[in-house]
Each structure stands twice: as structure tokens, then as C-alpha cells.
């Protein structure tokens, strides 16, 4: 999701980023990094945010958590894989939490995941047919 409004604006604190390059890091992180974001939580000193993805997501992961680390060194850009599929990012230093309202009002406004893609996830579309061919048609047929 691109913001709306064009204008550069100015980097947070710390940041060595010109305007221009930092809406441009923003949009990159709205179209590559926030799709795969399934929970943010901001607190006093910084942002932890959880994301799925496979290997290919973690490697673009890694190259914007080294491209932060060279541009905003003054915070702590912690990753910490939680499992196959899960990722926990914790941004830490002062004015962390301030720096990201963009992230974490495209994270907050994402849309809840559906039924079908959870079942897609949790088993896949072929646990769903096998129920459906194994229990629901029998029962149909008898009826």
C-alpha cells in the first residue's frame, strides 16, 4: 500500500537518508516487507514486529535490517527467527517507536486473514478436499 501523499518527508532522527531516498526505503518496506507482517506491537523503546515468510522472505528481511543498520546505526535491529516460518524483528534505540508510524499503520490496517487461506496454511487445500471426499460426501449420499 503506497501512501497517498508524494511529498519526501523528513528522516527521523539519526537517520542518514535524504528525503527522496527515504520515501522511496518506505515504499520498498510497504510493498516488500509489510504484506508478510502478522503482528506489531510499539512500546516505550522501540517496535517488535512478527513476520511469516519463508527463506526467500527472511533473506529480503536481512538485506533491510543491513541497509537500516547502515543508515540509522544509532538503534539495535535484532532478528530472531522463531521458527520455520516466523521471524521476530525488535527495533530498539531512542526515538525507534516515533520513526515508524508508516510500518506500523500499514501493519495495524492489515486485513484479517480468511478462512480459506488459514486453512490453506494450516493443511492446505488437500486437507479440506480429503474431509469433504471422505466425510461430508458419504453423509450426503445417505441422506
Do not use: K, Y
Request: aromatic share 6%; proline share 8%.
Amino acid at each position: 500500500m503506497a501512501t497517498t501523499d508524494r511529498t519526501p518527508t523528513a528522516p527521523p532522527s539519526g537517520c542518514t537518508l535524504a528525503p527522496e531516498a527515504l520515501e522511496e526505503r518506505r515504499d520498498w518496506i510497504q510493498r516488500e516487507i509489510a504484506p508478510h507482517a502478522v503482528r506489531v506491537q510499539e512500546d516505550g523503546n522501540g517496535v517488535t514486529c512478527e513476520f511469516e515468510g519463508g527463506d526467500d522472505f527472511r533473506a529480503t528481511l536481512a538485506h533491510w535490517v543491513e541497509l537500516e543498520r547502515a543508515c540509522c546505526s544509532d538503534w539495535i535491529w535484532e532478528l530472531e527467527p522463531r521458527d520455520a516460518h516466523r521471524t521476530r524483528l525488535r527495533i530498539r534505540g531512542p526515538g525507534a517507536a516515533a520513526a515508524f508510524p508508516a510500518l506500523c499503520s500499514v501493519l495495524a490496517a492489515r486485513p484479517p486473514e480468511s478462512r480459506w487461506r488459514r486453512l490453506a496454511r494450516a493443511g492446505g487445500l488437500g486437507l479440506a478436499a480429503s474431509f469433504s471426499l471422505l466425510c461430508v460426501l458419504p453423509m450426503a449420499l445417505a441422506a
